[in-house]
């Protein structure tokens, strides 16, 4: 299959630099860049920007690997500086660890042409040259590499439109999704976050004809984060401003909310801090929300139900993955069925259950906490995208046994006391039923999450999430302890389903 190529020109060196950056910020382990040109045509100036933006470190001492062949950097992704100019033959790459440094790093090589066809097929090459004043680089490649920097490029183009094309890019978070975000800083600016939220690749067809995201109601473009952060933001909670938005590629430019981290120092819970989450959740479960929403000009967003098929589709991620990875057997039919059936008499239940505009994840990696603000303003709320109109209950359920972090008997206690208080304050409010719907809804949260967090393993090769297990498996016991629940608890606990094992 034959490549695909771009071409930047770099007008100065501070544009090199940039490029620098924009591959850095694309750059996975395993990836390999091989830098090629005449001696002066920047590619130790090139490869210098990329590691300093990768350890975020301006003034990082990047030496030439020219006498060593190669120089190792313990950054945010370990990255390994090659020069082979001095290779005497290509069979001297292995013993140099090539293909070792590339389980969990990247490879810079500058003289790529004397390794003679050793490098991997996905790597991606950067041919620079001089033109005129400046330099022409040309990206050359074909594979997920190739499409990750093309789409970096992409971002540093959206930036120039916003008005900060000479911004600098650094890695701040990302997610279990495709999405990831960066901190963007240009003089006398405050910083802004550049969103990536590439469109929604759907999965396959699970389920009459239709894929998991699909019946799960999972966005599938930007434009659900813009249309619910505005109303969100005429509604009174503090949410980022958006300054530019690109939907069909889907990239925002949004305000930096800050750092002020929700948990505390030792990233333990604060009561406190759960309370006043909790009653935020209390005002916005007060108003009424529009479901159809503008997020530009023609094109609206509607906000799905979460509706039967949706929690179904989660729950069943127990049986479909945490299950077989305990038992180390599929589950038979027969425990399929009954596993569905005693949800459907659960989902029953939640008919008559208050909704809202549910956020879905409301906790902690999404709350960011401002002290220096007052009232609801001291909270900073993120990723919302992916909210449907459901049980208010869930989203209490989401905060007071926070999937990140081990909230304690006392603490979650404590946070729902403080939302049940806050709507009792704010008018009528049938306390019996929504205890009923938050441990139905709280039962069915943490179901999904340990399916997940196996599929994470499994499917995904990310095994750190395997650690939650056992704070997941307490939350639901919990929640459990509600009496409409008795008939689930009594099919987990037949089914060992709440038993401590080491996965």
């Known amino acids: 299959m034959a490549g695909s190529a771009l071409d930047r020109f770099l007008t100065d060196e501070a544009a090199t630099d940039r490029l620098g950056e924009d591959l850095a910020m694309a750059l996975r382990p395993g990836d390999v860049l091989a830098l090629s040109g005449d001696l002066g045509a920047g590619k130790s100036t090139l490869a210098r920007a990329l590691i300093r933006a990768l350890a975020d470190d301006a003034g ?3 030496p030439s690997p020219t006498f060593t062949l190669v120089q190792s950097y313990d950054t945010r992704i370990p990255v390994h500086h090659f020069d082979l100019y001095r290779l005497a033959d290509a069979s001297e790459l292995a013993e140099l660890g090539f293909d070792e440094v590339l389980t969990d790093g990247a490879a810079l090589v500058e003289w790529p ?13 950067v041919t620079l040259e001089q033109k005129g004043e400046g330099r022409l680089a040309r990206l050359s490649g074909d594979g997920a590499a190739f499409r990750r920097i093309a789409r970096s490029l992409a971002m540093r183009d959206f930036l120039d439109g916003a008005g900060w094309g000479d911004a600098a890019r650094r890695h701040f978070i990302g997610d279990a999704s495709a999405r990831s975000y960066e901190i963007v800083r240009m003089a006398d600016m405050e910083p802004r976050v550049l969103m990536n939220s590439p469109p929604l690749v ?4 699970v389920r009459d004809g239709k894929a998991y995201a699909e019946i799960a109601r999972t966005s599938r473009t930007v434009a659900a984060f813009v249309a619910i952060d505005r109303e969100l933001a005429a509604g009174g909670v503090t949410v980022p401003e958006i300054f530019a938005q690109d939907l069909e590629r889907g990239f925002l430019l949004t305000e930096h909310l800050g ?3 929700f948990l505390d120092a030792d990233s333990k819970p604060v009561a406190e801090r759960y309370g006043a989450a909790a009653e935020l959740l209390a005002f916005m479960h007060g108003q009424s929300w529009p479901y159809a929403q503008e997020a530009a000009p023609g094109i609206i967003h509607e906000v799905p139900p979460f509706d039967r098929d949706a929690m179904l589709i989660e729950a069943d991620l127990l049986v479909d993955w945490y299950v077989p990875a305990v038992t180390g057997a599929a589950p038979s ?4 069925d009954g596993y569905r059936a005693e949800w459907n008499a659960l989902i029953d239940r939640l ?3 208050e909704t809202t505009l549910m956020l879905r994840d409301f906790h902690s990696p999404n709350i960011v906490w401002r002290p220096e603000r007052k009232g609801h303003d001291r909270l900073g709320i993120l990723d919302f995208q992916d909210a449907l109109v459901g049980p208010s209950a869930y989203d209490v359920a989401s905060l007071a046994m926070d999937a990140r972090v081990t909230v304690s008997p006392e603490i979650e206690k404590a946070t729902y006391g403080a939302y049940v208080a806050a709507r009792q304050a704010a008018g009528p409010f049938d306390a019996v039923a929504f205890a009923e719907a938050y441990a139905i809804m709280a039962t069915q949260r943490n179901s999904k999450i340990l399916g997940i967090f196996v599929r994470l393993d499994r499917r995904d090769g990310k095994p750190a999430y395997l650690k939650h297990l056992p704070r997941i498996r307490d939350y639901l016991r919990r929640a459990l302890a509600h009496p409409t629940l008795a008939g689930l608890k009594a099919f987990y606990e037949r089914h060992g389903i709440l038993e401590e094992r080491a996965l």
Do not use: F, I, N
């Open 60 to 62: 990082l001492d990047v």
């Open 202 to 205: 759907l999965g396959p067809p």
């Open 351 to 353: 008919a008559a259950a």
């Open 333 to 336: 039919e027969a425990v399929r």
């Open 113 to 125: 042409e004397r390794a003679a066809g050793s490098l991997p097929a996905s790597a991606v090459t």
């Open 259 to 261: 750092s002020g981290a």
